[in-house]
């Protein structure tokens, strides 16, 4: 591998055995991305070697073992933006003071002794080439940041299971490129900025946040709308008789009305009755 080498991506494919060090070689190395494979290894501390380093992506591998340092120091890394090693097998604790030499993050311990990460604004606004921010199950605490928006390349941010706080930026709404988003599992509030990119994701990308309301959840934001119930069949049914009765009683009351016109007419001036219904024919004998 070429020492100029500075984007290593393999990840989604097959590839099983060890990290090689001859990745060591790439002093100029700034992304290595290769999730998704079966690699089969320690944590590569060795890795802190590289002085560009900024992208590690280790996720979904068969990695293994300790992650704390050896000698209980830092880790290095002091370029590293990005550190993603869920759904491997690393077992440890990851004390602050490992993170020490971590210049463009730093991660801080809360009063439960739960790590949460701290950003400074510029990490993200300066880091527009980002696609992909990945921050699952950290605990991370705070707001998200609204330098978010400002990514307008990235295609995929998931930082669910976290103890996040406050509103979903609206301008993620308008990230043209976003095809994922997860904020699932948080303390969020607040609508869901609308927007084609976020209307179309699943529910299950905002669930687990009580606060929040707006498409694609069935929450509204300016109350429930019951929709209109539709009336049984069987009062429908007894409706209709009761139109027909009250017809039929119409009509037979109508009849016996004109009856009775018809007979006081016919009593006191004959000659008008029979201009309404018209002479009578006369019948031979």
Known sequence: MGSSLRTLDVGH???????????????S????VVDHNQIKDK???W???????????LRSNKFYGSISPPGQGPLGFP???IFEISDDKFTGSLPPRYFVSWKASSLTMNEDGGLYMVHSGSMYEEAS?????????????????RSFSN???????????????????????????????NVSHNQLKGEIPQGTQITGQAKSSFE??????????????????????????????????????????????GVLLGLAIAQVIASYKPELLLKIIGPSKRTSR
Do not use: M
């Not at 494919?13 to 002093?27: D, I, M, Y």
């Not at 190395?29 to 290595?32: N, P, S, T």
């Not at 027909?244 to 009351?253: E, F, M, S, T």
């Open 13 to 27: 494919n097959q590839l099983t055995g060890k990290l090689p060090r001859s990745l060591l070689n790439c002093s």
């Open 29 to 32: 190395l700034e992304f290595l």
């Open 43 to 45: 944590f590569p501390f």
């Open 47 to 57: 890795l802190k070697a590289l002085p560009n380093l900024q992208v590690l992506i």
């Open 79 to 81: 370029v590293l933006r």
């Open 129 to 145: 080439f980002y696609n992909i921010i990945d921050i699952i199950d950290l605990r991370y605490k705070g707001h998200i940041p």
């Open 151 to 181: 990514l307008g390349k990235l295609e995929s941010l998931d930082i669910s299971r976290n103890n996040l706080s406050g509103t979903i930026p609206n301008g993620l709404g308008s990230l043209s490129f976003l095809a994922y988003i």
């Open 208 to 253: 687990g946040n009580a606060g929040l309301c707006g498409l694609p959840l069935q929450e509204t934001c300016f109350g429930t709308i019951a929709p209109p119930t539709q009336q049984p069949k069987e009062d429908q049914e007894e409706e209709q008789v009761l139109n027909w009765k009250g017809v039929v009683i119409g009509y037979g009351l």
